[in-house]
């Protein structure tokens, strides 16, 4: 989906109301300057930068502990290196990622749309950029408004819960638990603690008429 300010008809974009106060963004390339550059846009729009990743082989980690609210990727000097990056980031956020270029590439487009992009963005012009930013986190807001993100994340927070409680482990090591594992097998963070609270609730025990205890339904 290519999205741009001049794509967009402001009537029929979401309020900034739509939007909360501030979003926690992750921002990732491979050229330091450009992260500079996306930075202050960011910060510009009134949201918090929560990381700042140059290489793959970190942004996993990053992505899995800061939860961001969505993720900027832009095209550095390698399409493999931001293709890795979006891939290592879809596969750990419960979040919009959004492509960034400063020049059109319809290759490398549909390679990350092909990673699950939610979005792509063509502009250079930093004032352009933010524009462009802004309207695209509006439009997601417009369609998702922010619940499906938030309500993964909750549901990551509850399987850290089951965890904690079935093996007497605290906080940070059930959700180690829930990342490793998610390493391991490729999927991503958010499918595999549903899969953990499903499992939970099929496990809870059950009445005689095999109905759930009513305060353990959800």
């Known amino acids: 989906m290519h999205t741009a300010a001049e794509d967009v ?48 082989s970190e942004v996993a980690a990053s992505t899995a502990r800061e939860q961001p609210d969505v993720a ?74 922010l619940q499906g993100a938030f309500g993964r994340r909750a549901r990551i927070e509850q399987a850290k819960g089951i965890l904690m409680a079935r093996n007497a482990i605290d906080e940070d090591d059930a959700f180690k638990m829930l990342r490793d594992h998610s390493q391991h097998t490729g999927r991503k963070l958010a499918d595999l603690a549903d899969a953990v609270v499903q499992s939970h609730l099929l496990l809870l025990p059950h009445r005689a008429d095999g109905r759930r205890p009513a305060a353990d339904r959800l």
């Open 9 to 56: 008809n402001a009537s029929a974009i979401a309020t900034a109301g739509d939007l909360p106060r501030r979003l926690r963004v992750l921002i990732a390339n491979e050229k330091r300057d450009r992260l500079a550059v996306l930075a202050q846009v960011v910060g510009g729009l009134g949201h918090d930068v929560v990381a700042r990743e140059i290489y793959v």
């Open 72 to 145: 900027l990727v832009g095209l550095g000097l390698s399409s493999e290196h931001a293709l890795e990056l979006i891939g290592e980031i879809v596969r750990e956020a419960s979040c919009p990622v959004i492509a960034l270029l400063h020049a059109s590439d319809p290759a490398y487009i549909h390679e990350a749309a092909k990673r699950g992009i939610f979005a792509y963005i063509i502009h250079d012009d930093p004032d352009e950029l933010a524009s462009a930013i802004d309207i695209t986190l509006q439009r997601f807001a417009e369609y998702h408004n």
